[in-house]
């Protein structure tokens, strides 16, 4: 199976990236992660100034006879815009496209943020990341549809070139439309990444009779198994309602059956989060060749034989 593929008119070797704020934070992780199988990769969602964020434990494996997903509240740690920007300057294009994720505290942190990546001229990628569920009394720019519609046209304005939006999950249809109607409005916006984690779960150990993780009294973005379902509806909602933009899906993505599954929902690229986190960069070769096997045997030659073409019940 061939699994080349492209973004934007850019050649990728393979649809599968990191999830932002997986494997990304630092120096080494960005390297690790250029170095590795991935097709293209993105940088932790960044605040202008350098975040510690949440205290620990924050991050969890929601374990069974397996693991099933994970639960965290990182809390926006990050190195600042000013790191990512300079690996950014150095990353080598050639081997694979960059994404850079903001999530800035205010509007004037993401349009400052937004002009000196403008200004740099690097052909890095802009994820405007609306849906960071763990910023104590921050709510989530993607859930209030007057501060999306306000930020699109801001970022568009100042940014005046292709960018991309990080949204959380929705549930309802009319939600589905309404987003969808305020990215339509937008034609800069060039692609969609769905989906975030699902927000403010709470997961508790049985034993102690306690919350898994610390801050917000346990509650925290969900992740892994628990998700596919959700975030297979949202890649394949706004793959139907926003013709003109490209898709990326994210959402508990283990293996190459539910790399898959993204693509066939419509999604053009697919992001790795929980099991990325768990397994580390080689997981991305297995999933590679889990996807081509799946193609093989059901006769696909290239992502474009089936891409967004999941059938339904007539
Ligand atoms: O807590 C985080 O740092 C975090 N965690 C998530 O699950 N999604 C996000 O967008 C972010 I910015």
């Known amino acids: 199976a ?15 990236m990191n999830a932002s704020g997986v494997w990304c934070s630092v ?5 690790a992660l250029a170095e590795s199988a991935a097709g293209a990769m993105v940088s932790k969602s960044c605040t202008l ?24 509240s990182m809390g926006l740690p990050n190195e600042g815009f000013a790191y990512y920007l300079r ?23 993401n349009l400052t943020m937004v002009d000196s990546l403008k200004d740099a001229v690097i052909p890095a990628l802009l ?17 209030d549809f007057d501060a999306m519609d306000t930020l699109l046209a801001e970022v568009s304005s100042g940014y005046q070139r292709p960018f991309g939006v990080k949204l959380p999950p929705y549930f309802d249809m009319a939600h589905f439309d309404e987003a969808a109607e305020i990215l339509n409005r ?9 989906i975030n984690s699902i927000g403010n779960a709470l997961v508790i150990d049985i034993d102690s009779e306690t919350t898994l993780i610390k801050p917000k009294d346990g509650f925290g973005g969900l992740g892994g198994d628990y998700v596919l379902p959700t975030a297979l509806a949202n890649v394949n909602a706004f793959y139907r309602r926003c013709p003109e933009k490209t898709i990326i899906g994210c ?16 999604a053009t690229l697919v992001q790795i989060g929980t099991s990325l986190y768990e397994e580390g960069p080689g ?23 089936f891409r967004g073409k999941l059938k339904t019940i007539a």
Do not use: W
């Not at 120096?27 to 390297?31: D, K, V, Y």
């Not at 059956?257 to 929902?265: D, G, I, W």
């Not at 297995?286 to 799946?294: G, K, M, N, S, Y």
């Open 2 to 16: 061939d699994l080349t593929t492209q973004f934007l008119e850019l050649p990728l070797k393979n649809p599968l």
């Open 27 to 31: 120096a080494s992780q960005l390297e």
């Open 49 to 72: 100034q350098p975040r510690d964020g949440n205290p620990e434990p924050r991050y969890r494996v929601i374990n069974g006879e397996r693991t099933f997903g994970s639960i965290n």
């Open 87 to 109: 690996y950014a300057q150095r990353h080598d294009y050639e081997q694979k496209p960059l994404f850079m994720s903001i999530s800035g505290l205010t509007l004037d942190d």
């Open 127 to 143: 994820e405007v990341n609306l849906s960071c569920p763990n910023v104590p009394g921050k709510s989530q720019i993607g859930y």
């Open 186 to 194: 937008y034609p800069l916006v060039a692609f969609v990444t769905c």
């Open 251 to 266: 959402g508990g993505v283990k293996s190459g059956t539910e790399a898959f599954l993204h693509l066939l929902a419509g």
């Open 283 to 305: 997981i991305f070769p297995r999933v590679l060749d889990e996807l081509a096997a799946i193609m093989d045997d059901k006769g696909y030659k290239t992502i474009a034989d």
